[in-house]
């Protein structure tokens, strides 16, 4: 692989990595950064070839005694951390926020310009993107190991390497940026950089609220101006005030689905928060906006509402900061427990939108349209994006809770047993009740802890603006039933507020049925009425994945995918699809570009829903250029796959996917289910075990707590073989169907043809690709070698390599390169780079998880947290762990 790292990121790392030396020399003495050197040395001589430097590595790790343990493995991991700040850096400085091979980065403005060539007219693009409807969910951070007030200090450090490159005719300024990068990466290291306790799902809100306060608050309107100079020079106009073709959705305080901690009252205390926060950035906004909007001339609409006042614009905007004022005084209160004696509040986006409005048009209608499309529109904007609740809350909760509380309410009413009916019988009585009068939950009805929790989830959904509230998405769901339920429950408790149910197809046979459900429950006149002309269905990648491996998953969720866009274009119903995807390849990841390209033609018709999900929200959006770029890169994929979809998929290449997806599903099962060594084998080799000790987030880390690996949820799954470094989740039975079909006639050409014209097969290569070259086979069998002591369990492990190894050669094949990730070399340099700086983890991960185990789970405290440390920067490394 020719070429190096860009000159500019390669600097950055060096200068980070030299100021971190001297932080650490400083602490613990230069004997110790000499150690760090030797390790790191030993490592990088090692990922060269030389065999001997990395029998002696290990040898230097296993002697190291207990003091040291915990300062090597931070020296590690915030370097690693501080190579992924000059990575983040240069990915914003140049525009490149995911990869693609040369020649496919996404740019709206040449997008534009293909659309045109191909027939749309100027006037179908500003529609297409008014109407657009992309809604990006923000969902807990599972595997976000860092800390958030370690995140703003390294936010910090990103701005004085900002300040360092812009002041080369600036000396002093260069020297004042490099002072206070020495002083920030001394705050880094001195830092506690693992939770002592886990986050509570209030706590992971504030997160996402922070996301919003110091990053997508600027990127947005950003974003919008952006985009109006795009309209402007090609269609000659703007785009309209209210289009909001990007909107934010939160599951943070939303997402009940097996935690326990998600109550009621956090959802309401969440939705509380959301209300605060909003007021007190829009309070900015308007002081700025009552300074600088001091001129005089108007309209009549504004000098009517105002009155013969010398500065109209300052008056109108100090009502309306005195009415916010009252309203983040009022949520406040409410979260306090206290009374408001205030004045009246914001209560939804028109109070505050509409005197906006009509600042805006007067400034227009007296021809200072400079003025009113500068700080005004931008604050226009972000009403339309964020509302006065800054994201809509969804709430998702477990179909068999909804069936609970069916199941007691019938007892209960001597109805008989819910549990027992048909569906046949469950939708009959649930539809007649949907279009009963009368309620059907007694008023002081003395059911169970668990049924009442589900009520009163209802009633907080009934006590909100419904613009508060995104989605009900019902998980595990299977039946046209499991739908009909939400919509009673909420018409029995919710009152006037009803939020668009969808339900969420999660395992190999639900996706396999997900049309058929849909169809059915379409088919009901009585559903048709309370939905309306819309349904929105979440397809589950994670679940879907760890129950049938990747491949057979993936070509499940395509057709399924293909089945629910027939089914609603045949009931005339518009359907919105929520991809559930996290940043682990195993769980959907991947750029979003390509992924949105390669879904079925039709799938993406204008509307879009999908969860950025773990540490790659932070990746994503946690800055504004990058986040200004993440947006423009899915507006840019959704107006393709709507203006310019992919082609259909050839009949051949359906029968080929269909006998791929057979051969590649019966070899995940035989292994992760069938074999009786494989989950022995699991709990020895990877840290699952400890994993619950790490304080990654509020949610459990099983379903249940008994049982195998079924009840172990898909992010601690993929991270404990992300950690060991054989990512088995991702690619598992991909190996036998590749090669079985090239070793047969013709098999390879259709399998290349396939990769060359067909957008979802190219890109599950290059996801696999991507997952192979950050996979290390030699490191896992080093796990094994320590931790594994059963001939039984050896022999399967040694199975597992070759059938990792056999995969990378096929793929090689397949397309037709000598190594992984030729044609995109960042991935592979910032692979390469990284790579010294983990091994020494995974060494010091298996060492310590023996003596762990040794001392049956008592190490010390000293010891444990370093073991955790380690799992820190193997994610940090590796980055997109779940």
Not at 285 to 304: F, G, P, V
Request: glycine share 8%; with cysteine; aromatic share 6%.
């Amino acid at each position: 692989m020719s070429g190096d790292l860009h000159e500019s990121l390669r600097d950055n790392v060096r200068i980070l990595g030299d100021s971190l030396g001297r932080t650490i020399a400083d602490d613990l003495g230069q004997g110790f950064v000499d150690r760090i050197e030797t390790i790191r040395g030993l490592a990088k001589s090692g990922r060269q070839g030389d065999g001997q430097s990395s029998r002696e590595l290990i040898e230097y790790l296993r002697k190291l005694p207990d003091r040291d343990l915990l300062p090597v493995t931070r020296a590690f991991n915030q370097f690693l951390n501080l190579a992924n700040i000059a990575e983040q850096h240069y990915r914003a400085r140049f525009r490149r926020v995911e990869d693609y091979k040369p020649g496919s980065q996404p740019v709206l403005s040449d997008l534009l310009a293909r659309a045109r060539e191909a027939g749309h007219a100027p006037r179908k693009l500003v529609e297409s993107l008014a109407s657009m409807r992309v809604e990006l969910v923000l969902t807990a951070h599972p595997t976000e190991v860092i800390r958030r007030t370690l995140i703003q200090k390294y936010d910090a450090i990103d701005e004085c390497l900002t300040v360092i490159e812009s002041s080369l005719d600036y000396p002093e300024r260069a020297s004042r940026a490099r002072g206070r990068l020495e002083e920030l990466i001394s705050q880094a290291w001195h830092t506690d950089e693992i939770r002592h306790e886990r986050p509570t799902p209030v706590d992971e809100a504030k997160w996402g609220f922070a996301v919003i306060e110091n990053s997508l608050w600027q990127a947005v309107p950003a974003f919008h101006r952006d985009l109006d100079s795009l309209l402007l020079e090609s269609a000659g106009e703007r785009l309209p005030l209210d289009a909001a073709p990007i909107v934010f959705a939160s599951w943070m305080g939303g997402d009940r689905d097996g935690n326990p901690n998600v109550t009621s009252r956090v959802t309401r205390e969440v939705l509380l928060l959301g209300r605060w926060m909003a007021a007190d950035l829009y309070l900015r906004d308007l002081e700025q906006l009552k300074a600088e909007l001091s001129m005089w001339k108007c309209n009549s609409a504004l000098r009517a509402e105002v009155g013969n006042v010398a500065e109209p614009y300052r008056e109108l905007l100090k009502r309306l900061v005195q009415r916010v004022e009252a309203t983040r005084d009022w949520a406040k209160a409410q979260l306090d427990g206290r009374s408001f004696e205030g004045g009246p509040i914001i209560e939804n986006s028109d109070q505050l939108y509409a005197p906006l409005l009509t600042c805006y048009r007067s400034l227009c209608d007296v021809g200072l349209d400079t003025i009113a499309n500068g700080a005004l529109l931008d604050t226009l904007r972000r009403v339309a994006v964020f509302g006065v609740t800054l994201t809509k809350l969804d709430i998702r909760q477990e179909a068999s809770r909804h069936a609970l509380v069916m199941e007691e309410l019938t007892d209960a009413l001597g109805l008989g047993h819910y549990r027992d009916w048909s569906e046949e019988q469950r939708q009959a009585f649930l539809l007649s009740e949907l279009e009963s009068r009368r309620p059907l939950i007694p008023r002081r009805w003395d059911c169970s802890a668990e049924t009442r929790e589900v009520l009163d989830t209802f009633l907080v959904i009934a006590n909100e603006q419904s613009e508060a509230l995104g989605t009900y998405i019902i998980s595990m769901a299977g039946q046209p039933s499991d739908v009909l339920t939400v919509a009673l429950l909420m018409k029995e408790v919710g009152g006037a507020v009803t939020l668009p149910i969808a339900p969420l197809f999660e395992t190999l046979d639900d996706l396999n049925r997900a049309g058929d459900v849909i169809d059915r429950l379409l088919a009901l006149p009585g559903y048709r009425a309370l939905a309306g002309e819309r349904q929105e269905v979440m397809i589950g990648y994670s679940d879907s994945a760890k129950d049938a491996g990747q491949l057979a998953a993936a070509w499940a969720q395509y057709r399924a995918q293909e089945r629910l866009v027939e089914v609603c274009r045949h009931h005339g119903v518009s359907l919105t699809l929520f991809h559930g995807r996290g940043g682990a390849v195993g769980r959907g990841g991947g750029p979003a570009y390509a992924a949105i390209l390669s879904q079925p033609p039709g799938s993406v018709n204008g509307s879009l829903r999908v969860t950025e999900q773990g540490e790659m929200i932070r990746f994503k959006f946690g800055q504004p250029d990058i986040a200004l770029r993440s947006m423009e890169i899915y507006a840019c994929a959704v107006l393709e796959a709507t203006l310019l979809p992919p082609p259909s998929p050839e009949p051949h290449w359906r029968e080929e996917m269909d006998r791929l997806a057979e051969i590649a599903h019966r070899s995940y099962v035989g292994v992760v289910r069938e074999d009786p060594d494989f989950v022995p084998y699991f709990r020895a080799v990877t840290p699952e075990g400890v994993l619950g000790h790490l304080p990654l987030g509020s949610r459990p880390t099983k379903r249940r707590q008994d049982g195998g690996v079924e009840t172990l949820r898909a992010i601690p799954w993929i991270f404990a073989w992300t950690q060991i470094r054989l990512m088995l989740p991702a690619w598992l039975g991909s190996g036998e169907a590749f090669s079985t079909r090239i070793e047969e006639e013709g098999g390879l050409e259709v399998l290349r043809e396939m990769r060359d014209r067909w957008p979802f097969f190219g890109t599950y290569l290059d996801m696999l690709e991507m997952l192979l070259a950050k996979a290390d086979v030699g490191i896992a069998s080093y796990y094994e070698q320590r931790l594994v002591d059963e001939p039984a369990l050896k022999e399967l492990g040694a199975q597992l390599r070759q059938r990792f190894t056999r995969l990378e050669s096929v793929l090689l094949t397949l397309l037709d390169q000598s190594q992984l990730l030729e044609q995109t070399p960042l991935i592979y340099q910032a692979i390469e780079v990284r790579n010294p700086y983990i091994d020494p983890l995974h060494g010091l991960q298996a060492e310590l998880l023996q003596r762990n185990r040794d001392a049956d789970g008592a190490i010390s405290g000293e010891l444990s947290r370093a073991l955790m440390v380690t799992m820190a920067g193997i994610a940090a490394g590796l980055r997109n762990t779940g």
